[in-house]
């Protein structure tokens, strides 16, 4: 029986502009060396390590309660079969 190696989520980023009512976005790579295409990967931010409620999208609108927090963008990859 052979073996199917787990997708990843490589270089990923946050881009825009770190103001209130700013959007930032996070991209990453997707990849599976066993070549399966990538399914409903599930993506979600994090205001200093605590999941932000609703933020389960690729890009992210600042608020008010992000000032002076660290932000992270978190990438967990699913792949469409295998």
């Not at 209130?20 to 200093?48: I, P």
Request: charged share 10%; hydrophobic share 40%; net charge negative.
């Amino acid at each position: 029986m052979v073996g199917n190696s787990v997708p990843t989520a490589t270089a990923v980023t946050i881009g825009g502009t770190p103001a209130v009512g700013q959007t930032l976005t996070g991209t990453y790579t997707y990849g599976d060396v066993d070549g399966d295409a990538e399914g409903t990967s599930t993506v979600r931010w994090l205001r200093n390590g605590v999941a932000i409620g609703g933020a389960t999208a690729t890009s992210y609108v600042l608020v008010v309660a992000d000032l002076g927090a660290t932000l992270t963008f978190e990438v967990t990859p699913v792949a469409a079969a295998g």
